[in-house]
């Protein structure tokens, strides 16, 4: 959904995708925090384990969504893209097929966006 229309149209998420997002965005940051332990001597990671496990029972409460972001970011002509640098906003466009990096043959029509409230 959109708040206007025509090439300054606003789009904003649905919560589920915003959850989605935001967990997937989670599961990121607490890896990026794990895969320095795997290299050196053996440290008690338990309270990581224990929000990946959190981040994940929030990523399967939403899979249908995290599987389209995972398959969107594939699909992108940007090699800068990732989950760390995807937001809300930039990914309602792709959504929408509003990104410039998104090839043509994505069809993104049937997802669901809330309008944007401003």
């Not at 789009?11 to 794990?34: C, F, P, V």
């Not at 990671?45 to 224990?50: D, E, F, G, K, W």
Request: hydrophobic share 35%.
């Amino acid at each position: 959904m959109r708040n206007n229309t025509g090439a300054n149209a606003t789009y904003t998420l649905s919560t589920e995708y915003k959850e989605a997002l935001r967990a997937m965005k989670d599961q990121a940051s607490i890896a990026g925090k794990m895969l320095p332990l795997l290299d050196g001597p053996p440290v008690d990671n338990s309270a990581l384990r224990s929000e990946l496990k959190e981040v994940h029972q929030r990523i399967s409460q939403h899979s249908r969504e995290c599987s389209r972001i995972v398959k969107l970011l594939m699909a992108s002509d940007d090699a800068a893209l990732t989950i760390e640098t995807l937001d809300e906003q930039r990914l309602a466009d792709i959504l929408h097929g509003r990104d410039v990096y998104m090839p043509a043959s994505q069809d993104t029509s049937s997802l669901p966006c809330a309008p944007k409230n401003d």
